[in-house]
């Protein structure tokens, strides 16, 4: 029996468990336009609630304790890196977790519902802080819930696609983050000063995208008990041996390589629009809005066509490499970005090549995990690369803009070279991936 075609509604019908052999195995039907939509929506509404505050609404509340702009862009790094921890911790765990859930509703559906109702609640404890040390303490738990809902919504892409859905499924997974990026900065220039709706407004919609695609969802149920989880196993979440998987090694690695340099220009965005263009906090929120629907723009037609060639070729390596040192090149351009429509323009390329990017890698990277029982688990530690640099990009950069800075002014030429660099070796460091073309 294929995973699409599971009655998920059997076992509260007759009040017991179907076997389901269903689990584990790789899918060979392909998934149909209600579930693609579906998919789509949770990415699109997850990435408004959790990237709003990456991107631009954070700088925005930390703006409401302090005007001090070294303060902030410090502020702003703390709280982002000590968030992003969460992010790292919990894409293995709550991966492994869901690979062993045995609930009668599925393996996944429970953490998309529980993980995003427990960010809303964080959210909203962020939209009342008063201090720094409460922002950490309540982005640390968001990102813990969600992050419990991320890595199994990413595992379903493994646990339903067919291989030759891969890319052109990825692509859509890629331009409805991206999407929501978007949407998200708009939330922010509509709402900048009301800190309430800032965070919750994007919030309600994060839970109605998770709850809607847990419904559509043909989630097969694990009927067979695993093994009790032992203290080692649990730190064993966190690991997949290189050496023995190094194709995985090195897609992790160039995954890593490029969210360190996405994040480091990403986190500080506003601040940039601010402080390089001499724009007001309010109105640098409306000019990070129009950069990204530049952005966005590029990056959908980008991201379909490179995922549509990419199954029919079946080339990965290629485009993600191409696609990569692109955006290196841009994320350099940005040093002699000195007006708003250089900015846009600057935008746009980074949106072609993250799009070009997003769509081909996740297709990459499905095609090289080591296996198929614990596809959670493995798309955990392998988020963690995405999760990692989100970390370690606000600290990194906040000390990068520290670096020879003059009167007061932030150190952006050092930081964006810095970022530039680390989107190139990942550009290179894919090359060497023997398992997929």
């Not at 509260?12 to 939509?37: H, N, V």
């Not at 000019?287 to 629907?293: A, E, K, P, S």
Request: with cysteine.
């Amino acid at each position: 029996m294929s995973i699409g075609n599971h009655n998920v509604l059997a076992p509260r019908l007759r009040g017991q468990r179907p076997t389901d052999p269903s689990c584990g195995e790789k899918p060979t039907e392909a998934k149909g336009p209600l579930f693609i939509a579906a998919l789509g929506f949770a990415q699109l509404t997850l990435f408004i609630a959790l990237l709003g505050p990456v991107m631009v609404s954070m700088a925005l509340k930390v703006s409401t304790l302090t005007e001090d702009p070294t303060a902030r862009t410090s502020i702003v790094g703390s709280v982002l890196g000590i968030g992003a921890l969460a992010a790292v911790i919990g894409n293995a765990v709550f991966g492994r977790l869901s690979d062993r859930t045995t609930s009668r509703f599925g393996r996944r559906r429970p953490w998309l519902i529980g993980g995003s109702l427990v960010m809303a609640a964080a959210l909203f404890a962020i939209s009342q802080a008063n201090s720094a040390e409460m922002l950490m303490i309540s982005w640390f738990a968001a990102q813990l819930g969600a992050n419990a809902a991320i890595s199994p919504f990413v595992a379903t892409l493994a646990d339903q696609l067919p291989e030759k859905q891969y890319a052109s499924v990825s692509a859509t997974v890629g331009v409805m983050q991206n999407v929501g990026i978007l949407a998200a900065t708009w939330f922010a220039s509509l709402f900048a000063t009301n800190m309430f709706l800032l965070f919750m407004a994007p919030a309600a919609v994060g839970v109605l995208g998770m709850v809607v695609y847990a419904l559509v969802l043909r989630d097969p149920v694990l009927t067979e008990r695993p093994p009790r989880l032992t203290a080692a196993e649990l730190i064993r979440s966190f690991w997949v041996n290189p050496i023995k998987h190094p194709d995985y090694g090195f897609a992790w690695w160039s995954r890593f390589l490029i969210f360190l340099s996405s994040f480091m220009f990403t986190s500080f965005r506003l601040p940039f629009v601010v402080d390089r263009l001499h724009i007001g906090a309010a109105e640098a929120a409306g000019v990070v809005f129009i950069g990204v629907l530049m952005y966005t723009v590029v990056l959908v037609p980008a991201s379909y066509v490179a995922g549509w060639l990419s199954d029919r070729a079946g080339r990965r390596k290629l485009p993600v490499a191409v696609a990569t040192a692109l955006f290196a090149v841009g994320t350099y351009m940005l040093v002699h970005v000195e007006s708003v429509g250089q900015f846009y323009l600057v935008e746009a390329l980074l949106g072609m090549a993250f799009g070009i990017y997003a769509s081909v890698d996740m297709a990459l990277v499905l095609e090289v995990l080591p296996n198929a029982d614990s596809t959670a688990k493995d798309l955990g530690v392998f988020n963690m690369a995405n999760a990692a640099p989100q970390s370690l990009a606000p600290f990194a950069g906040a000390w990068l803009l520290t670096v020879g800075a003059a009167a007061g002014a932030p150190n952006y030429s050092l930081l964006l070279g810095a970022a530039a660099a680390a989107a190139l070796a990942g550009a290179l460091i894919i090359l060497p991936i023997r398992k997929v073309k």
